[in-house]
């Protein structure tokens, strides 16, 4: 059998090729960290960081896990940790905590305004204590790669991740996704290193690695079933490989071990707060645990009433061995899916999702140059099927993200979000990074340069739009300025841009009279943004005369928000109807209107003509 890359290089003494690898790895770990921490500099608080900053310090400062409880609390206090020290109060802070409120919104929004000082330093501080869970991801990649297919892998594994701009951009931010990634690669790769070689210190970081993962995100509870499942089938696989003989097959109490040690840490994450509740106790409001369907007329937002299909049978004194929080986390994020929220894809809205919405945002949204390295690893694999990878790496990597995007495919309650799709990114680069065993076949020029030339592409193509890469699309979508005709929302536009807003209306002081439609969870106000709301025009709405005269298009300079443009609502769908005279990062849309050009738009809405001299802009 011939030998795996990874032992050809140990047969060959290459102390250069080496040194080269620990150089080239650090020095693209050090600028992809300085490019996150660039980008956390210029962009405003997202719409979900204005919620996860006060809820870490609500644990810090108050103990208390019931503020954004359906993300788990290490990503958030992690980043909480640098704003508290920077002066950031949240001791005082006052909330309703019943379950059928989300109140973080509200409670982020009082912190801003009653600040004393400028408080958006305090999300820049927040990001960057966050920045090492990428760098984690990025080595990770780096030495996983590197141990299976050799050191050009393993490097093109961590380029893939450090300039990949879906990670770029959410990077960036303190929200859980990239954490979540990160730390369940990890916990992956422990897990991975425990099956091939089990002993106490395998075990203790598959354990320890595993609770960690469950700490950042909801998503790897499907952990305690896989490492189950995996387990199993790793045990009946390694008998054909060959590996049976020299390792130990890992046992079932080792991995007893494993998943309580996860257990224990999660809990301790909590506090043990409401850890071995009774099942009875809990107030749900998903239609899975209250056993009635969710009323009709509960929009997002709106109040549900709670109950438990498990009161009055025997499985309401089953204690529950996980914390409160976590419990009722769970089930107001399974409520969320089930009241469904309006979708956005490629001109369509529908109420609820697609269960192919995120193959097509990853087609949309990632470098082509990177879909090309992907296309040359799956046809290298297949051509050089005898280079053997491990059974357990085969497993894990392979298991972890297929199971992620089938449950995040599965949940069609609303599509929005290719970041939920994150925590299964560096397992594809992992083995993507085996296009890079191209470089080592003799009389492989073409594929040398396929694979060296797509990672320029890709790289060039990420990097050419920063620091705008949550804002990305690739050269097949039409890059981010026509980005939103196929996805809208956190794809393009979540509020990351205010400072932008800010900046393009002060150096643009002939831009008068000025409205804007931008949505942001913070007054706008707290940065010197002044100006009107832009008009909008409801086409199944009957007008009086009054109403209609105020209504748009109407002329002025009209700032819009890309997810405006699309609203299911359709009440600025008229702006389609003008060409865009500049763009305020990617995510709204310039327009200068004449009066002329106004009035008519709005005889093809049936609107009344507007007058020379017609007033400002409502």
């Given at each position: ?6 032992s050809e ?7 250069s ?25 210029v ?5 979900d ?6 809820a870490?310090?609500?644990?810090l ?6 503020l ?5 609390p ?37 912190m ?9 330093p305090?999300?820049?501080y ?16 780096y ?24 990670v770029?951009g959410?990077?960036?931010?303190i929200?859980?996704?990239?954490g979540?990634?990160a ?7 422990c ?6 070689n089990?002993g ?15 700490l ?5 509870l ?22 049976s ?20 840490v ?8 409401g850890a ?7 107030p749900?409001?998903?239609a899975?645990?209250?056993g ?12 549900v ?5 498990f009161?009055?049978t025997w499985?309401?004194?089953?204690p ?7 419990v ?7 409520l969320?899916?089930e ?11 529908k ?11 990853l ?11 992907g ?6 694999s ?19 993200p297929?199971?992620?995007l089938?449950l ?18 560096p397992?594809?680069?992992?083995w ?6 191209a ?10 340069l ?9 790289g ?18 039409g890059g ?20 932008y ?18 949505i ?12 009107s709301?832009?008009?909008s ?5 009957q ?8 209504a ?6 009209h700032?819009?928000?890309?997810n405006?443009?699309h ?5 600025y ?9 500049d ?16 009035n008519?738009?709005r ?8 007058g ?6 409502q």
């Amino acid at each position: 059998m011939s030998p795996t890359p990874a032992s050809e290089e140990m047969l060959s003494p290459a102390p250069s090729r080496e040194s080269f690898a620990n150089l080239a790895i650090v020095l693209l770990l050090i600028a992809h960290a300085n490019l996150i921490a660039h980008s956390a500099i210029v962009h405003s608080p997202a719409y979900d960081e204005v919620g996860h900053l006060p809820a870490g310090l609500i644990v810090l400062q108050q103990g208390r896990f019931d503020l954004y409880r359906v993300n788990p609390p290490l990503v958030k206090v992690v980043a909480a940790g640098a704003a508290w020290l920077a002066g950031a109060d949240a001791s005082d802070l006052e909330y309703d905590a019943s379950v059928t409120v989300r109140p973080e919104w509200r409670v982020g929004r009082e912190m801003i305004d009653r600040s004393r000082v400028d408080p958006f330093p305090y999300w820049t501080y927040a990001r960057w204590v966050c920045i090492p869970f990428s760098v984690l991801a990025g080595w990770l990649c780096y030495r996983w790669g590197s141990r299976l297919f050799g050191t050009g892998a393993g490097l093109l594994a961590a380029a893939l991740w450090c300039f990949c701009p879906n990670v770029l951009g959410n990077a960036a931010m303190i929200t859980p996704d990239v954490g979540a990634a990160a730390v369940g690669l990890w916990a992956a790769y422990c897990f991975s290193r425990w099956l091939h070689n089990p002993g106490p210190g395998s075990t203790l970081a598959a354990g320890i690695s595993l609770g960690l993962a469950e700490l950042t995100k909801m998503t790897w509870l499907i952990l305690f079933g896989l490492w189950p499942l995996l387990w199993a089938a790793y045990r009946c696989l390694r008998r054909g490989t060959g590996e049976s003989s020299s390792t130990p097959a890992p046992s079932c109490w080792q991995l007893g071990l494993i998943l309580f040690l996860g257990w224990n840490v999660l809990n301790t994450g909590y506090l043990w707060q409401g850890a071995f509740t009774p099942l009875g106790e809990y107030p749900f409001q998903s239609a899975t645990l209250t056993g009635r369907p969710v009323p009709e007329d509960a929009g997002q937002g709106a109040a549900v009433p709670v109950g438990n299909r498990f009161s009055g049978t025997w499985l309401a004194q089953v204690p529950v061995p996980l914390p409160w929080d976590y419990v009722v986390g769970l089930d107001v994020q399974k409520l969320d899916f089930e009241r469904k929220k309006w979708s956005y894809l490629c001109g369509e809205h529908k109420l609820g999702g697609w269960w192919y919405y995120y193959l097509v945002a990853l087609g949309l949204k990632e470098p082509l140059g990177f879909w090309l390295i992907g296309f040359v690893a799956a046809g290298y694999s297949l051509w050089r099927s005898e280079i053997r990878v491990p059974t357990a790496d085969r497993l894990v990597l392979t298991v972890l993200p297929l199971a992620i995007l089938v449950l995040v495919s599965s949940q069609t309650g609303f599509s929005r979000y290719l970041r939920y799709l994150l925590p299964a990114f560096p397992f594809a680069f992992v083995w993507m990074g085996r296009a890079a065993e191209a470089f080592r076949q003799p009389g492989w020029t073409a594929g040398k340069l396929c694979v060296g030339g797509a990672l320029a592409w890709g790289g060039v193509s990420s990097l050419w739009y920063f620091p705008h890469s949550l804002s990305y699309f690739n050269e097949w979508a039409g890059g981010p300025k026509h980005g939103h005709r196929y996805l809208v929302d956190a794809n393009i536009s979540w509020g990351q841009d205010a400072f932008y807003l800010r900046d393009w209306i002060q150096s643009h002081p002939e831009a008068r009279p000025l409205s804007y439609a931008y949505i942001s969870f913070f007054d706008l106000r707290t940065l010197g943004i002044e100006g009107s709301h832009t008009p909008s025009f409801h086409p199944d709405r009957q007008y009086s005369q009054a109403e209609a005269l105020q209504a748009g298009p109407r002329p002025g300079w009209h700032i819009v928000d890309v997810n405006y443009l699309h609203s299911h609502r359709h009440h600025y769908d008229y702006f389609q109807m003008f060409e865009p005279v500049d763009y305020v990062a990617y995510s709204m849309h310039v327009f200068h209107l004449t009066l002329e050009q106004a009035n008519a738009a709005r005889q093809k809405l049936g609107l009344p003509p507007l007058g020379a001299s017609p007033s400002p802009a409502q």
